[in-house]
């Protein structure tokens, strides 16, 4: 099994419609749309995973910069994670990297989520 990453879909793409555009160039085992855990929307990305892997290059070289839903679309073969490695992000309690409370010097919070005090109004 190989599997693509295409990214820069439309927010309007399903799993079905990727996968309808992609089985012009072999058997799609699956294909999936990511969408947000909480909205339910795509987040832009999918992946499509074809049984042969001369199929996978085929589509990966045309459809790399082709159209699909309105959407100039990017296709790559998907590097799998390692496993214990991160998920990414930096999400998390008060904002992730830095995005705390504290300004770290600067007055304003320096851009990443401080909370100005009441002496620095501009």
Do not use: H
Request: net charge positive.
């Amino acid at each position: 099994m190989t599997k693509l990453f295409v990214g820069g879909l439309s927010w309007n793409t399903t799993d079905d419609s990727l996968r309808d555009a992609f089985a012009a160039f072999g058997e799609v085992e699956s294909a999936r749309v990511i969408t947000d855990r909480e909205s339910g929307r795509s987040r832009g990305f999918g992946f499509v995973s074809y049984v042969d892997p001369a199929s996978a290059t085929a589509a990966m070289e045309k459809m790399n910069g082709a159209e699909l839903d309105n959407r100039t679309i990017k296709c790559d073969l998907a590097t799998e994670r390692a496993p214990g490695a991160p998920s990414g992000g930096r999400g998390g309690f008060r904002g992730g990297y830095r995005g705390g409370r504290g300004s770290y010097g600067f007055s304003n919070g320096g851009g990443r989520g401080g909370y100005r005090s009441r002496g620095d109004e501009q």
